[in-house]
Each structure stands twice: as C-alpha cells, then as structure tokens.
C-alpha cells in the first residue's frame, strides 16, 4: 500500500490524502487506518464534527476515494498529573492483575478531558500505584466505560491488554449489567417502561445530549422502586451506554432527574433538597471476568448527598 501522504496542519486538524490502497473504504476505517487512531475514537471525532473529507464534514459510512482529503481534528492528549490518593476519594471495591473495580464520588471525572482542571479515576489510579492498560487514547488508557463527573457509583477500569479488549467486546455486545438508581420529577406513566430513542449532540448546544432524529441507538429500562409526593426514586437499566443516556431520556418523556438543571431540572427542588448535583447512582455492576470467566457482581450503597435527599422527599410524603 501507498503510504499516505501527510501534508502538514491546516487551523488546528492534520491533513492526509486518501492513497490508492484506501480507495472505496468507508471513512472511519480509512481514517483509523491514517491516523492511528482506534476505530471507535475516530467515530466519536465524526460525532463531534472534527472530521471533514474534502472540506465538508465526514460521516462514518461514507466511502474515500483516492486523492481525497481528509481533515481529522486531534487535540492534544492532557496530561496525566499524579495526584495525592486522598484528593480523589475513590474507594477500590476489586483489585486484581486484569482489572480494578472502582467507587467513584461525585465531582471526579473518569479520565482527564481538555478543559477539565478536577480530580480523575485514571489519575488517581497513578498516584495511587496502579498499573492500567495502555489500550486506548492516550488520556483514558484502560477505561472502557465512563461515568459523567455528577455521577457516583461503580466503574471498571482494564489493568491488562486482555482485559480492556475483553471488557470492551462485553460493553459492546450488551452483556454487561449496568443498574443505576435515579430520583426524577413527578410519576412516570408507565410506572415500567423502555425508551427507545437516538442521541447525538445538542444541535444548539454543543456540551449536551439530545434526542436526535439519526442519532445512535439508545435503549433505558426503567421501573419505579417508591413514588413520593413530586418525585420517583427508579431503578434503571442501560442496554446500551451513550453519554448522558439516563439524563437525556429522563428529560425526553418529561421526568428529568432531580438536581439535572442541564437537562431540566427544577433548581428550587434541588435546592430544598441539598442537591448540587443530579441524584443518579451507579448501584450494581455484573460482568463475566476476563481471564477466568467467573461471573463477578459489585453493589455501591447511595452516598451521603442522595441518602440525605431521599431521606427529605420520604419525610415530605
């Protein structure tokens, strides 16, 4: 095969032209092939807007022809700074040589992101001594599920190669059990039920989520667990893992999570109640370990600001 011919930065994105090896590939395998980046970073990148294939944005299926050019935004990776292991607050529910089970706080990120100056999983994993996977961006090396920073609850984090492919391949094919708890405004009707609708970016608003005709498939299975005077504590399973998925789908049938002013929440509710962040849990975490194939099982009691929540609303009903 040719090798592609990079030609130097054009604003803030690298340049290549397609070679005659690449001709007819759709973009994303093309551009992870140029790059060297991984097939799923490069979709992510599509989503975002930060590929364009001869000056107009790229979308994944679309086919490359020789001579094409294609523009792929790469910002650089931030750095990872060895923070001392109290900052984060993470508690290690597992610890073995292929992966480490973690409960991560509210206001901890799960890897270090541009414009984002607080604590992480990945960085507290390093102060802390933790040897994790290379695999992946450079960024979130061994993550292969994330939590948003408002969200607590069980994450796992791949320390060897085997492990992140291993739990990777588990994510994408749905098997494992990813069970969280949600507080949300007034009573779902029904009281059980699926959503079944796409999310992409906000078309307005660039640092959200949103139903959107032609986003990527998302599914949440909800149920109620106790109805309140003007609010229901939910337990919900995701059968697929998009970002701010349980956010967005509570705000889409008009049942926001309480504290989630960004996708509409009441801000006096959260108030009355001590919320400074949206009240959502990741309460069980289920997956076939990788090495031996033991099914392995994890539960995280709510922390402190929830319980303290929950505790009001039951007192107000």
């Known amino acids: 095969m040719v090798p592609p011919s990079k030609i130097g930065p054009a604003s803030m994105a690298n340049v290549w032209l397609v070679p005659d090896g690449l001709d007819g590939q759709r973009l994303d395998a093309a551009a992870a ?44 990776a931030p750095q990872i700074r060895v923070v001392p292991q109290e900052v984060a607050g993470i508690r290690i529910v597992h610890d073995d040589a ?46 292969v599920q994330r939590l948003d920073v408002g969200t607590s609850g069980l994450m796992v984090v ?21 069970v ?33 005709a032609g986003g990527r498939p998302s599914i949440t299975h909800y149920r109620m667990l106790e109805a309140f005077r003007s609010v229901t504590l939910l337990e919900v399973h995701l059968e697929t893992g998009r970002t701010h998925q ?17 996708y509409g929440g009441d801000p006096v ?13 990741a309460v069980e975490l289920g997956f076939q370990h990788p090495a031996n194939g033991e099914l392995m099982r994890f539960t995280s009691d709510y922390p402190a600001d929830l319980a303290t929540a929950l505790a009001r609303v039951a007192a107000e009903a």
């Open 246 to 262: 349980i956010r967005v789908h509570m705000q889409a049938i008009r049942h926001p999570c309480v504290g989630d002013p960004t």
């Open 33 to 76: 092939r140029m790059t060297g980046l991984s097939r799923s970073r490069v979709a992510e990148l599509v989503e975002e807007g930060k590929v364009q294939l001869n000056s107009e944005p790229g979308t994944k299926s679309h086919r490359v022809h020789t001579g094409d050019l294609l523009e792929v935004e790469i910002s650089a």
């Open 180 to 212: 969280y708890h949600t507080l949300v405004q007034g009573l779902p009707d029904p009281l059980e039920g699926t959503i079944d609708a796409p999310i992409a970016r906000h078309p307005g608003a660039d640092y959200k989520m949103a139903v959107v």
């Open 158 to 178: 791949a320390k060897s190669e085997t492990a992140y492919t291993a739990l990777k391949r588990a994510f994408r094919s749905r098997t494992v059990k990813k």
């Open 269 to 281: 509710l959260a108030a009355r109640l001590g919320l400074e962040r949206q009240w959502l849990h």
């Open 98 to 143: 292929d992966l480490v089970v973690v409960d991560k706080p509210a206001g901890v990120a799960a890897h270090p992101s541009l414009g984002w100056d607080g604590p992480s999983v990945v960085e507290h994993l390093a102060a802390a001594g933790f040897r994790i996977s290379t695999s992946g961006a450079a960024e979130r090396q061994g993550i």
